[in-house]
């Protein structure tokens, strides 16, 4: 008993990943921690985005389950768990069946490497940033199945539509990745690195953000990536496999209740896994913003302090709603529970204002922040950018981000050269 | 459960994970030729090629793996997987598969697998041709090991017979080309 609990202390002092640490316990426990956020966040998203939408169309969203809808996705969910399951009668069965687990695990698995803090990933790889975009890759693989096994005619072009335009931004997303893995190399060794943490690191030791890094260069790739990942996930202004009012739904038109969802997780939690690559390459990952313009302690204890002062103001907000609802005796229950989670939110955030929580979470609160900026990109897109057109959306791939991702890439490496490969030109003018 | 008699890595590359990864190779890749189903063979042939993903893990090379999977799982067997859903099923079930070759097929495996067992029950001196012990390398470093192997001045000895193969696939490329388009 005495050895199992030093077993599960001793992780705390190391200051390394659990996967690096060779721990178990806690391994299991940041993989379970990991799921549990993710799904939460997926939930969190599916409100937000309904919410966000239908603001940006004046129009109010869901405002009948819980005060302001909080409680619509939790009813949306048991919907879809007690809906009859259909298998069409003409589909192939064992296919049907697997297609949306590849779909999930796909997207679940790259968060192994995700790194949310110096030691909070559940491992570090030497080849993090490959990991990521090859398993991201396979989901694919599921979307096309599913769509061909469905044996109907919709889901079969939707999956042809996002199978082309998987492969087809895939290239331009590894150009502006590997003119990341260039910059990684700039140091006395002149070794890059393809692990996550040892990207960010590499940020760090540099003290630049990457999509800083040899302007516009940096900018350039990150604006590549940006694009690419939208119609990686299939996503508005790029969601032609799933285009509605050509092709019903697309791939998963046949999926119904549970399997459905399946795909709707993935495809959030896919959306979370390709933001977070892009944290990770180009904003600095964990680092806190202004590293260089405000330093010293005092600027480290005033960001500390902004994750808890970010949930005070989310539960002050709350707390101004409650105040605003109406008095009617119907809406009683419904303001007792806006208040308490407004309570919940301020107590979060007097938690986060405990030193030792403080220090060690402050990581994980920049990281999720800046991908929380990616999701609101990604619902302002669908609100704002009409859907592209498919040899639009062919064209834009592989006649603009493919040639510029090329462009971009022999240029970084000769920027990134430059004093040796003028040292090598002087040597050949002077024999 | 002493931290000191816990190894700081305690190894992947146990028989166990080598066997069950094997056994997997080989189930699917019996079901890629026996499924009269091309859907079917191609999500066995995915399985059969992530197995081998694992097996290079398992031997220390994490970079090979995942190019493993970023070229054949995701790149490689999508196209295929594109190509044979517009096949038309029903009609491919109906035709008998045949295989004139057989008999020779069968050969030569056996020769292979008897070369195989050959080479490692050899021994000359009481020593076979494996190695006794298990070599650890650095698992932290193989990219980096790979790219040296490439590209490094000093001990870059491959560099040749990579641009020729990927010259081979470019051969291949413009030959689809040539072939595709009646006028270029």
């Known amino acids: 008993m005495h050895g199992a609990i030093q077993y599960i202390l001793s992780y705390l002092e190391s200051n390394q990943t659990p996967g690096a640490a060779g721990n178990v316990f806690w391994a299991t426990v940041y993989i379970l921690l990991v799921f549990v956020g993710l799904s939460i966040a997926v939930i969190a998203m599916n409100w937000l985005e309904r919410k966000i939408l239908a603001h940006m169309q004046v129009r109010l969203g869901p405002m009948r389950v819980g005060p302001h809808g909080l409680l619509q996705p939790i009813a949306d969910a048991l919907k879809l768990l007690l809906k009859e399951d259909i298998i069409p009668a003409e589909a192939d069965k064992i296919v049907f069946w697997v297609a949306p687990f590849i779909v999930v695990l796909a997207a679940f698995t790259v968060f192994v490497v995700v790194p949310f803090g110096p030691t909070h990933a559940i491992t570090d790889m030497n080849i993090g940033v490959l990991f990521m975009l090859g398993v991201s890759s396979l989901s694919v693989l599921g979307i096309v199945t599913a769509g061909w096994a469905s044996n109907s005619h919709y889901p079969l072009i939707g999956a042809l539509r996002s199978s082309a335009q998987m492969v087809s931004y895939e290239v331009a997303m590894g150009l502006a990745v590997v003119s990341v893995i260039l910059m990684t190399s700039l140091n006395e060794t002149s070794t890059g690195t393809l692990s996550m943490i040892g990207i960010v690191q590499s940020q760090l030791a540099q003290r630049e953000w990457f999509i800083f890094k040899f302007f516009p260069l940096g900018l350039i790739g990150f604006f590549i990536f940006a694009v690419a990942m939208v119609a990686e996930t299939n996503r508005a202004p790029f969601d032609l496999p799933e285009a509605e009012s050509e092709l019903t739904a697309g791939f998963h038109t046949e999926y119904s209740g549970f399997r459905w969802s399946l795909f709707f997780l993935a495809e959030y939690s896919a959306m979370i896994a390709v933001s977070s690559i892009a944290v990770t390459l180009w904003l600095g990952g964990w680092l806190r913003p202004f590293p260089n313009a405000l330093p010293g302690s005092t600027w480290e204890l005033v960001f500390s302090l902004i994750p808890g002062f970010t949930f005070l103001f989310l539960a002050g907000m709350t707390f101004y709603s409650t105040a605003r609802m109406p008095k009617h005796p119907l809406f009683r229950v419904q303001t007792i529970g806006l208040g308490g989670f407004g309570a919940l939110l301020a107590l979060v955030g007097l938690i986060l204002f405990i030193p030792g929580v403080r220090v060690r979470v402050q990581d994980i609160f920049w990281f999720s922040a800046k991908v929380a900026g990616f999701m609101y990109l990604y619902i302002w897109y669908r609100g704002t950018f009409p859907r592209y057109r498919f040899d639009q959306l062919m064209k834009v791939g592989w006649k603009v981000l493919l040639p510029t991702g090329l462009a971009l890439l022999i240029l970084t490496a000769l920027v990134a050269m430059r004093t040796e490969l003028l040292a090598d030109l002087r040597g050949a003018w002077r024999p | ?184």
Do not use: C
């Open chain 2, 1 to 184: 459960m002493n931290p000191a008699t816990v190894p700081a890595n305690p190894p992947v590359a146990t028989p166990f994970f080598f066997y069950l990864l094997a056994a997997i190779m080989i189930i699917g890749g019996i079901l890629v030729i026996t499924r009269r189903n091309a859907v079917h063979s191609a999500m066995a042939l995915i399985t059969t090629l992530l197995a081998q993903a694992a097996l290079y893990l398992m031997l220390y090379a994490p970079f090979v793996a995942g190019v493993q999977i970023i070229l054949y799982a995701g790149g490689i067997m999508v196209l295929f997987l594109f190509v044979i859903m517009l096949i038309s099923i029903e009609r491919t079930q109906k035709e008998r598969q045949f295989n004139k070759q057989w008999l020779v097929g069968i050969a030569a495996a056996a020769a292979l697998g008897g070369l195989f067992i050959a080479v490692y029950t050899t021994r000359t001196g009481g020593r076979t041709l494996f190695p006794e012990g298990r070599l650890t390398y650095l698992e932290g470093e193989n990219t980096q090991r790979v790219a040296a192997l490439l590209f490094d001045r000093a001990t870059g000895t491959y560099m040749f017979a990579f641009e020729i193969a990927s010259l081979l696939l470019l051969v291949a490329i413009i030959g689809a080309v040539v072939m595709a388009k009646k006028r270029i």
